[in-house]
């Protein structure tokens, strides 16, 4: 391996994502999808037309120590990313969500008013029948209550009659035992 490869090893980028979202509800499929797709870019190879010869000596070290930082800065830059498309997932799977249920909301209130209208509209069947039930009913009532008056009446005569064939019966038992007492 020559000297920049071994510069630019994986060794100092984080691309394991993991789930750090706060709820823990991250989704880990999105996250996995990211990996194939986000891999680090090695830089052009140099050569000596685009390196100084006073650089040439310098130390390893310090040529890892800002491709160190450039490598945290951008798989801070890739985690911030993905971060940021699983809550556009979360949001938009909550606004597919939403709209079910308004879609769903919508249809039971065009049913709600439809019944309402069966009751309200005077075109329709259903108040005219109501209309026609509540005055047979009340016509039901009054007959109803015709019928009663006539029934205590009844009751009244029978209950007469009765107390007069009781009456009659005691005059007839009188009658009879004086009879028998006259012997006629």
């Not at 991250?26 to 090695?42: H, M, Q, R």
């Given at each position: 391996?020559?000297?920049l490869?071994?510069?630019?090893?994986?060794?100092?980028?984080?691309?394991?994502f993991?789930?750090?979202?706060?709820?823990?509800?991250?989704?880990?499929?999105?996250?996995?999808?990211?990996?194939?797709?986000?891999?680090?870019?090695?830089?052009?190879k140099?050569t000596?037309?685009?390196?100084?010869?006073?650089s040439?000596?310098t130390?390893?070290?310090?040529?890892?120590?800002p491709?160190?930082?450039?490598?945290?800065?951008?798989?801070?830059?890739?985690?911030?990313?993905?971060?940021?498309?699983?809550?556009?997932?979360?949001?938009s799977?909550?606004?597919?969500?939403?709209?079910?249920?308004?879609?769903?909301?919508?249809?039971?209130?065009?049913?709600?008013?439809?019944?309402?209208?069966?009751?309200?509209?005077?075109?329709?069947?259903?108040?005219?029948?109501?209309?026609a039930?509540?005055?047979?009913?009340?016509?039901?009532?009054?007959?109803?209550?015709?019928?009663?008056?006539?029934?205590?009446?009844?009751?009244?005569?029978l209950r007469?009659?009765?107390?007069?064939?009781?009456s009659?019966?005691?005059?007839?038992?009188?009658?009879?035992?004086?009879?028998?007492?006259?012997?006629l």
């Amino acid at each position: 391996m020559t000297d920049l490869q071994d510069d630019y090893d994986d060794d100092f980028y984080e691309d394991d994502f993991t789930d750090d979202d706060e709820d823990g509800r991250g989704s880990s499929k999105l996250l996995e999808t990211s990996k194939s797709i986000v891999a680090p870019k090695l830089p052009p190879k140099r050569t000596k037309a685009f390196t100084n010869q006073t650089s040439v000596n310098t130390h390893r070290s310090d040529k890892r120590m800002p491709r160190r930082v450039e490598g945290r800065v951008q798989s801070s830059k890739r985690r911030q990313h993905m971060s940021l498309r699983n809550q556009y997932s979360e949001l938009s799977i909550n606004y597919d969500e939403i709209l079910k249920e308004n879609k769903l909301l919508k249809q039971i209130q065009k049913r709600q008013e439809r019944e309402l209208d069966k009751y309200n509209n005077p075109d329709e069947d259903l108040p005219r029948l109501l209309d026609a039930n509540n005055y047979e009913i009340a016509g039901l009532k009054a007959k109803n209550k015709q019928l009663l008056f006539e029934k205590r009446e009844q009751d009244d005569k029978l209950r007469r009659q009765h107390q007069e064939i009781i009456s009659l019966k005691e005059q007839n038992k009188k009658m009879t035992t004086l009879a028998n007492n006259r012997k006629l």
